[in-house]
């Protein structure tokens, strides 16, 4: 990877295991970004002249205070013209940005006076772009400037941070909706806790721990992550935008831990590859579980025209659907259904406890397919898409176009119920 030396200002090439320790600089873009190019040759003088390049000196004065010698930016530390390159960086941003030792997020549309928080920090449009989800949540440390350097507050506090920070996890989490213990999710010592709880009875303060390793510090983060089901990962990012319709996808790589390459023209059917990636390495029945927007379907398998997949978060904002519970939903006295979900080129197998719909004329008209994941706030139902046969002797169904989620709940089976007006056989 390319590094900025904090001092000469100048492009550095670094490969692993020997990569320096780095700080990295995350924004939003502006006019007259300090791009490659314009630093690329050391012998041509730095592009001074650059509104961007206020804000990569800033950076640099910055991080060279907090003892860092170098710092990667994304403005200037990609060669976005090669697409081999761009498509490597892509890829890799989201284990750069966690192996980070410092994360400034600068926020050039805040002023506050003083130094003091500004009362419009959640407003900052920092926290409406796609990319700088990732780079919220990735880093182990990450720390908010305004528009003149002037520190805000810290994303989380731990051992590796003095007291007087100022944590805004809660802030941050209301800005977001990322539940506060996924931003703290980095612990510098097991003295670091949130619970009330006084470990330093069972602790010998005289001979605390050793900090965590670099393999320690990514399994935590891992371990904080893989709490979250897929449609709650979607949802965080459902109302951020990015410049380009690909990125909604791109920006996502890290935070589902998959790798695909780089097809900028191929417009939202990134996304419908990311969740193809997505369902390689996972099981995770959520990502079926969105609604569909103004009666518009999702992109599902175009070959055959079936709807399946979304064609954006968007589809999954404000998604209320948890991890599911140990067991699937199935009917009393069946036996218990496989959940794995197979992708192949045409179809998405999958176990579903199936709900028939009955028709006027007593046939199947219609079908709810119950999901394995719940409600947050009902840990006892199950959001069911709707469905309709397309070959029911080979099990074959698609989803109904502009149908959304419907909600299944335990019944009393000695009774008579309806979903939507129809009773359930």
Known sequence: MRLLNTSTLRLESFFDPYVPRYAILSHTWEDEEVLF????????????HKKGF????????????????????????IDKSSSAELSEAINSMFQWYHKSRRRYAYLVDINAPAGERSVSFRQSRWFTRGWTLQELIAPRDVRFY???????????????????????????SNATTIPVNLLRWYRSSPWHSDSDSDDSAVLDASHPPAPPTEEEVTSQLTKALRVFSVAQKMSWAAKRRTTRLEDEAYC??????????????????????????????????????????????????????????????????????????????????????????????????????????????????????????VYRDDFMSHPAIPLQAVDRNKMIFQRIRGRDLRKISPLDLDSQHEINGKPIR
Request: charged letters at 25%; a negative charge.
């Open 252 to 373: 996502l790589l890290g935070l589902f831990d998959v790798n695909m390459p780089m097809l900028y023209g191929e417009g939202d059917r990134a996304f419908f590859r990311l969740q193809q990636e997505i369902l390689k390495v996972s099981d995770d029945q959520s990502i079926l579980a969105f609604d569909h927007r103004s009666g518009y379907g999702g992109r599902g398998f175009p070959e055959e025209g079936i709807t399946l997949l979304a064609d954006s978060p968007k589809y999954f904002v404000d998604s209320q659907f948890e991890r599911p519970p140990l067991y699937p939903p199935s009917w009393p006295g069946e036996p218990s259904i496989e959940t794995e979900l197979l992708l192949s080129s045409r179809f998405l197998e999958i176990g579903l406890c199936l709900c028939p719909l009955m028709s006027d004329d007593g046939l199947d008209a219609e079908y709810l397919g119950i999901l394995r994941c």
């Open 146 to 172: 305004d528009h003149n350097w002037s520190f805000l507050g810290i994303r989380q506090t731990s051992g590796d941070n003095p007291g007087t920070l100022e944590d805004m996890a809660d802030e941050i």
């Open 54 to 77: 206020t804000k990569v000196q800033g950076s640099c004065r910055q991080a060279r205070q907090d003892g860092f010698g170098y710092i990667w930016i994304d403005s200037c530390c």
């Open 37 to 48: 190019e314009d630093i690329r040759d050391a012998r041509e003088p730095l592009p001074v």
